[in-house]
Antibody
């Protein structure tokens, strides 16, 4: 089955860190660019970061630059998002999404809550 | 950053009726616009890409049109499973990729 499964979300205090993971299956992971997108009730859907298939190209939205790091391990069919210096406004459901030209396959999401 | 404005915020219709959803961009995005459907508790699902191309497995009652700054998603005859929130996304000028605020299609 073609799918993406996120993990690693949870409750963290402001200033803390979390590492999200996304396990891909059912397709050739190494052939696809990947993204992280988050969703909040207030701000809706918000693109966070993208990484090309071979990691040559990496992009971030301004509000997470210097705090978040996207990475991937093609041998393990996995995508990661290291989140440091977390803020209350980073509270959201985080989705792993395939292909930055189509965003055609989404995981089920993992919730992140930043609160003291 | 390109801003996408969706209207209306909520559309109240009955099954069998035609739904017309709008997405307007703050500057031209060519035809690099996609539409997604999201049901409660689920992730978004790609419906339409590059303004008018249906994604794999999407029923023919869904169609997209437009170019430049004005786009439309049309559902020709609403089925019960079509009541959901719909988002548009532009990929013409990025980063950042940007989404619209969504249109909720609810049962009247």
């Amino acid at each position: 089955e073609v799918q993406l499964v996120e993990s690693g979300g949870g409750l963290v205090k402001p200033g803390g860190s979390l590492r999200l993971s996304c396990a891909a299956s059912g397709f050739i992971f190494s052939s696809y660019s990947m993204n992280w997108v988050r969703q909040t009730p207030g701000k809706g859907l918000e693109w966070i970061s993208s990484i090309s298939s071979g990691t040559t190209h990496i992009y971030y939205r301004d509000s997470v630059k210097g705090r978040f790091t996207i990475s991937r391990d093609n041998a393990k069919n996995s995508l990661y998002l290291q989140m440091n210096s977390l803020r209350a406004e980073d509270t959201a459901v985080y989705y792993c999404v395939r292909d930055f030209l189509l965003l055609d396959l989404w995981g089920q999401g993992t919730p992140v809550t930043v609160s003291s | 950053e390109i801003v996408l404005t969706q209207s209306p915020a909520t559309l109240s219709l009955s099954p069998g009726e035609r739904a017309t959803l709008s997405c307007r961009a703050s500057q031209s995005v060519g035809t690099y616009l996609a539409w997604y459907q999201q049901k409660p508790g689920q992730a978004p699902r790609l419906l339409i890409y590059d303004a008018s191309n249906r994604a794999a497995g999407i029923p023919a009652r869904f169609s997209g049109s437009g170019s430049g700054t004005d786009f439309t998603l049309t559902i020709s005859s609403l089925e019960p499973e079509d009541f959901a929130v719909y988002y548009c996304l532009q990929r013409n000028n990025w980063p950042p990729l940007t989404f619209g605020g969504g249109t909720k299609v609810e049962i009247k």
